[in-house]
């Protein structure tokens, strides 16, 4: 007896995949380039842009994100005159380097940072404070209808310019306090104000929110994401009174309470989490700022908790990973956002010409989350040199949640094809119909899309 369907099992893949919008992060830095030396980094993106040294630096991971951020000072030299080459051309450098960048403006830095523009500092209204560090600064007055207008203009320039870019990954939202997140005496009512100028420009780029601060309680009408800048803090100095375990940290004492009065525990189901480490893994290996200090933080901890918050990018700062760790922040980052294993396909073993065939499968989501832009799941059929794309448009793949996808459909086929073997494959594809998500999975041809196998047409 002929069998009328046929069934196919592909083999799972454990192997770290550099799909896009997940992952680690590189910082001011794009793939290729040098890390930071030591310890430190630097909050002004890049200017410059050497050759890559080499694909994957020695000491890092695989990355399709880039995580820049730039002071106003460099973006607005002159009052109402922007810059954004440096931008355009950090950009041009992710494409070639096989990544897409968030971005954050930032208004100032620290005391010993980039301060606000010289002229807005001479013409509108300014306080002084002392945000961050202690050390008095002079800042744009946050409750100001000048620094409202100012800052507000810079964004509404910069989303005409970018928004919708297939290259820019999202908007770190940033306006009061150094780099913009949110320390700072401000009202409700003005914060709103900033968030809403965010939302109104920014229509079809991803938006992440600070989630500490007022901003994310009005960021979350528009569907925005959201950021700890603290990931992996579990220790503070300690003092005569308080051992270091005992201290105040953000593992502990900050993110399980803000996650849950934000009301942001199911945030990732439609925008991502974005975790910026504390310090740098480095740090986190010594237990403190110098390698004498040696009270390894739990690395297994800090990741347990990653997971369960379902990251989607994770940014070290570009700064050297430990020898020690660096097996387990891969497969950290192997884990976190989406990863798509197509489990079984289903596939009628004939057809006819003119009419439709018939496949069910299954897909499993092993991330954490889904992702957050889209794409088009397609079928291809092939025949000698006959090739048709069919878009299964009714389909969201930004509803694959962490778990099972069943798939049942019925797909015409073209009379443009011969009776005889049909090739049959399914892809995750861009605008270009080239497939830009790959499968976890062995049985994938050298383009990436996924092989179904033959159906026989009459």
């Not at 399709?64 to 002159?78: G, I, Q």
């Not at 009202?187 to 420009?201: A, C, L, M, P, T």
């Not at 993110?255 to 942001?264: F, L, M, S």
């Not at 040199?385 to 069943?406: A, F, M, S």
Request: with cysteine; proline share 6%; glycine share 8%.
């Amino acid at each position: 007896m002929v069998e009328l369907t046929q069934k196919k099992r592909y083999t799972e893949i454990t192997a770290y995949l550099n799909n896009p919008h997940r992952g680690c992060c590189t910082f001011q830095h794009f793939n290729g380039d040098k890390l930071f030396d030591g310890v430190g980094w630097n909050e002004q993106g890049p200017f410059e842009f050497p050759e890559p040294i080499e694909k994957v630096i020695k000491g890092y991971l695989p990355t399709s994100v880039s995580y820049c951020r730039w002071f106003w000072d460099v973006m607005e030299p002159e009052d109402g005159k922007y810059d954004f080459s440096f931008i355009e051309k950090s950009l041009e450098v992710c494409e070639k380097r096989g990544q897409k960048m968030v971005i954050r403006l930032m208004p100032f830095g620290s005391s010993r940072q980039s301060q606000i523009p010289k002229w807005y500092r001479e013409n509108y209204a300014t306080i002084k404070d002392s945000p961050k560090s202690g050390i008095v600064q002079t800042v744009p007055d946050p409750e100001s209808k000048d620094f409202l207008d100012k800052w507000g203009s810079l964004l509404i320039a910069f989303a005409a310019k970018f928004d919708g870019n297939p290259l820019l990954e999202g908007i770190d939202l940033a306006f009061i306090g150094p780099w913009g997140e949110g320390a700072g005496k401000s009202s409700d009512e003005q914060v709103e104000r900033f968030v809403d100028i965010y939302g109104k420009y920014f229509k079809q780029t991803l938006l992440i929110s600070q989630l500490s601060q007022k901003t994310f309680k009005f960021a979350k009408k528009y569907n925005a994401g959201w950021r700890v800048d603290c990931f992996g803090d579990l220790k503070g100095r300690g003092s005569d009174t308080f051992s270091r375990e005992m201290t105040t940290c953000h593992m502990y004492d900050s993110y399980p309470k803000g996650i849950v009065t934000a009301g942001a525990q199911d945030t990732w189901q439609t925008a991502p989490v974005f975790m910026e480490t504390c310090s740098v893994p480095m740090n986190w290996y010594w237990g403190g700022n110098e390698p004498q200090s040696n009270h390894p933080a739990d690395i297994d901890f800090i990741i347990e908790q990653g997971l369960k918050y379902h990251t989607t990018y994770f940014m070290p700062k570009y700064t050297y990973l430990p020898d020690a760790w660096i097996d387990k922040l891969e497969d950290f980052c192997r884990k976190i956002g989406y990863r798509y294993i197509y489990r079984q396909v289903v596939l009628d073993r004939f057809a006819k010409i003119g009419e439709k065939f018939n496949f069910t499968s299954w897909i499993e989501n092993t991330g954490v989350a889904p992702i957050y832009v889209h794409y088009d799941l397609a079928i291809r059929l092939r025949q000698d040199q006959t090739e048709e794309i069919i878009t299964l448009n009714h389909i969201d793949i930004t509803k694959w949640l962490p778990g099972d996808v069943w798939l049942d459909e019925n797909i015409d086929i073209p009379k443009t094809f011969q009776p005889g073997p049909l090739e049959v494959s399914i892809a995750i594809i861009d605008k270009n119909k080239t497939p830009a998500v790959r499968f976890a999975v062995n049985e994938t041809f050298k383009d990436y899309w996924l092989s179904f196998g033959e159906i026989y047409l009459t």
